[in-house]
């Protein structure tokens, strides 16, 4: 099992719909990050995270540290949000430096 | 531009050869992480330098190597390239090691091994 889950893997959305990624994670943390990989690969953070709720325009980011899980919404989405968010732990004690990432959501919206 | 320069960016070499990738981290960020991102394997940590010194290590072959230079730019080597190798390869950079401050990436250099 892998240390990050996300899901789904695949999302398909219509233009202004509320849009919902999953995060679930089994090893303790320091902080949980957000990442959006457009087509062409460039990886832009949009969230650290190691409690509660971060709001960035249409973009929010809840994490619950005793479920070990944490949520990306999307609100009114338009086909500009197209790309892959990838969810992103740095685990607590050791090397808590270094990001272990999940596979990836492709998020495709359509006009 | 997200103030992380990879070059180069794109990069085609043949089996059995070496490359070097360079990083050069945001202006101020101290500690530089190099990712591997193949489709099989998803996002992988291979190694992160801090001013100079190498600080974690993940899952980098043996054929591949890292420095970081007292300019604070570094360099991935990958030598005895086998097809396997082809991914796009990220680098990082931050402000601290060992605190979560949030990370800053480059746009990558995609390796093609033919």
């Known amino acids: 099992k892998n240390e990050v889950e996300q899901s789904p893997q695949n999302l398909t959305a219509q233009e202004g719909e509320f849009i919902t990624i999953n995060c679930s994670y089994s090893?303790?943390?320091?902080?949980l990050h957000w990442l959006q990989q457009h087509p062409g690969g460039g990886i832009v953070s949009l969230f650290m995270l190691s409690s509660g709720k971060k709001k960035h325009g249409r973009l929010i980011a809840t994490i619950n540290i005793q479920e070990k899980h944490s949520s990306l919404h999307i609100t009114a989405s338009h086909p500009r949000d197209s790309a892959v968010y990838i969810c992103?732990?740095?685990?607590?004690?050791?090397?808590?430096?270094?990001?272990?990432f999940g596979k990836g959501t492709l998020l495709t919206v359509n006009p | 531009d997200s103030g992380v320069t990879q070059t180069p960016k794109h990069l085609i070499t043949a089996t059995g050869q070496r490359v070097t990738l360079r990083c050069s981290p945001r202006s101020g960020d101290l500690s530089v992480y190099w990712y591997q991102q193949s489709l099989d394997q998803g996002l992988q940590f291979l190694i992160q330098?801090?001013?100079?010194?190498?600080?974690a290590k993940g899952n980098i072959l043996e054929r591949f190597s890292a420095q970081q230079f007292p300019d604070l730019h570094s360099e991935l080597n990958l030598s005895s390239l086998e097809l396997g190798d082809s991914a796009l390869y990220f680098c990082?950079?931050?402000?601290?090691?060992?605190?979560?401050?949030?990370?800053?990436f480059g746009s990558g250099t995609r390796l093609t091994v033919v």
């Open positions: 990082a950079s931050s402000a601290y090691p060992d605190r979560v401050f949030g990370y800053t």
């Open positions: 330098y801090y001013n100079g010194e190498e600080r």
């Open positions: 992103a732990v740095s685990s607590s004690g050791g090397s808590n430096y270094k990001l272990t």
């Open positions: 090893v303790g943390i320091s902080a």
